[in-house]
């Protein structure tokens, strides 16, 4: 009890001594109204998760047009499927142009079987015996097509590339016919068909040497020799003929022309005579159809006739021995004989 009664006394002392410390108001203060007792409210916000990521959102406005969608679409066809077939060909005419080598025309007839068909390729191979062509049809398997002989005409100019002189077959699709080419028509190397026929008492001589290929006839009594600088055409060592067959031909490969003209050829194998050479001795003739210089007389050992003529890339010396002027008796009849022979049928064949 007596516990109670001290902590009563306690309390009673603290509440004296709180009211002794405080200051009485004075006049002005004790008129002044109370100001309300401000209260401070701190809201604190609710605290929320923080987001891994935050991403930047901007407004768009809405596409006016789809967009594609992730997986690429099929593009559409360029264009129809078509069946090809083989045309049915009547006929064909051959027709020859103009110039060299002479173009070749076949003009072809056939039916188109209905409606939708059309011409839609051409083919050419070359056979054994000749040319084969093909002609195509096209039509577009999509569409109805109403059956209908319809005619069609169409040219086929031929490739006749490096075909010869001679006769060919040719078929268009199982049609048969035939071309010629004739000589002036084509290019030709086929010395057969280039070369002069011997008649009696001739003999034919043919020289390839590389690049280069020619022919001549001579009379049959004349030999040829290839000494590998000229084809010589000779009989002078024959002791069993009744006159001397003294006339002689050679053949000089000079090699590349070198750009060089045939008169400059000329001037350059005979610069050791040419100041025994009177200027009346120049002039310009032909020689196996080709533009050459003569120089005639020649001096020498003997007096003879030489010819320089370039075939393509190569130049040739042509050398008649001897040169003897007329009424020298039968030895000169015979030798020009030889050199008319061989100067009439000389070709370069390749």
Known sequence: MSRLVRLAALVLLVLALCGCGAKAPTGEEAERPGLP???QITIIPEPTA???????????????TPTAPSTPATPAPTSEPLAIDPARVVSFDVVY?????????????????????????????????????????????AVACGAALRPFEIEVPLDI?????????????????QISLKMGMV?????DLLCATALDDQTQARFELGDEAYCFLHPDAYEVIDTGDAVIV?????????????GEVRIYGLGLAEGLTAQQWAERVLAASLDDIPQDAWSETTFAGLPATVVVPVPGDEPTRQIFVLHDEYAYRIVFAPHLPPGAGEQGDLARALF?????TFVYYR
Do not use: M, W
């Not at 923080?50 to 006016?64: D, F």
């Not at 590339?161 to 016919?177: F, I, M, R, W």
């Open 97 to 141: 142009g103009e110039g060299f080598p002479v173009p070749v025309t076949l003009v072809v007839q056939g039916e188109f079987g209905d409606l939708c068909s059309e011409v839609g390729r051409v083919t050419q191979a070359r056979t054994t015996k000749g040319l084969s062509v093909g002609v195509y049809v096209v039509r577009p398997l």
């Open 187 to 191: 290019e030709t190397h086929n010395p």
């Open 37 to 39: 007792q401000l209260i």
């Open 340 to 344: 008319d022979l061989v100067s009439a």
């Open 50 to 64: 923080t987001p891994e990521s935050t991403a930047t959102i901007t407004p768009t406005a809405l596409a006016t």
């Open 161 to 177: 590339t490096s075909l010869d002189v001679g006769e060919y077959e040719v078929a268009v699709n199982g049609v048969q016919g």
């Open 234 to 246: 000779t009989a002078r060592q024959r002791s069993d003929v009744p006159v001397p067959l003294i």
